[in-house]
């Protein structure tokens, strides 16, 4: 069995997922879904139901049986990371980029990170670019848009503020990017795109509004 913890956002949840699943068709095992997390957690919510992906939720049990092996902090643990905390088992994300030991896995195990490189399901691209294509089909202005996008050189621009500008916290972590930064990633992106058609996400379309001004 291979469970993979889904928290975060939709491009966070797509990749963990997108691991996940690699795993377990490795190892030919069941792929199961910890989103228990969201319980807490309460800026974004479980997204992968729109999708059609295999879809088979962990149970509190399920999770518990992996939770005995993740490593603790502090000097207090030392024995208990000693001889019972298993890295193997509990599989946290150690870095950001890419860590090869992780496909290496070939027992049951939790992953525990949010694994952002297309590397963790090189081979298999495929098939994920089939189950994360929408179950529902798209109707009304959602139609209308996806025939404009089909319909031109489009480019996809993403905005995101929120909890970056709401949430001080992250706002210090993440940080967010000007208008400026915008325009010049538009210019470049004009060089290589014969008549872009920009297509703008956001979920601060005022600020949008108010702010970006692209000569496309």
């Not at 509190?60 to 905390?85: C, H, M, P, S, T």
């Not at 694994?115 to 959602?142: A, C, H, M, N």
């Not at 949430?167 to 325009?183: E, I, K, M, R, W």
Request: with cysteine; glycine share 6%; hydrophobic share 40%.
């Amino acid at each position: 069995m291979i469970i993979v913890k889904i928290i975060g956002g939709l491009g966070n949840q797509l990749f963990q997922y997108a691991l996940g699943r690699r795993l377990a068709m490795r190892n030919n095992t069941e792929l199961k879904l910890d989103i228990t997390g969201f319980e807490e957690y309460k800026i974004h919510r479980y997204s992968l139901s729109h999708f059609n992906i295999i879809e088979n939720f962990a149970t509190q049990e399920d999770v518990a049986r992996f939770q005995r092996y993740k490593r603790k902090q502090g000097r207090k643990w030392f024995l208990y990371n000693k001889f019972i905390a298993n890295e193997r088992k509990y599989v946290q994300e150690r870095q950001f980029h890419f860590d090869p030991r992780i496909l290496a896995i070939k027992s049951d195990a939790y992953l525990d990170g949010f694994w952002q490189t297309e590397k963790y399901f090189k081979g298999i691209e495929d098939l994920i670019r089939k189950e994360v294509t929408v179950k529902t089909p798209l109707s009304g202005k959602d139609a209308e848009v996806a025939r404009e996008i089909a319909g031109a050189a489009s480019v996809m621009m993403h905005i995101r503020r929120g909890d970056y500008v709401s949430n001080q916290a992250t706002n210090d972590y993440h940080g967010t990017c000007t208008p400026d930064y915008y325009s010049k990633a538009a210019a470049l992106i004009a060089e290589k795109v014969s008549t872009p058609h920009f297509f703008i996400f956001s979920d601060d379309h005022k600020w949008v509004k108010e702010n970006i001004v692209l000569d496309y």
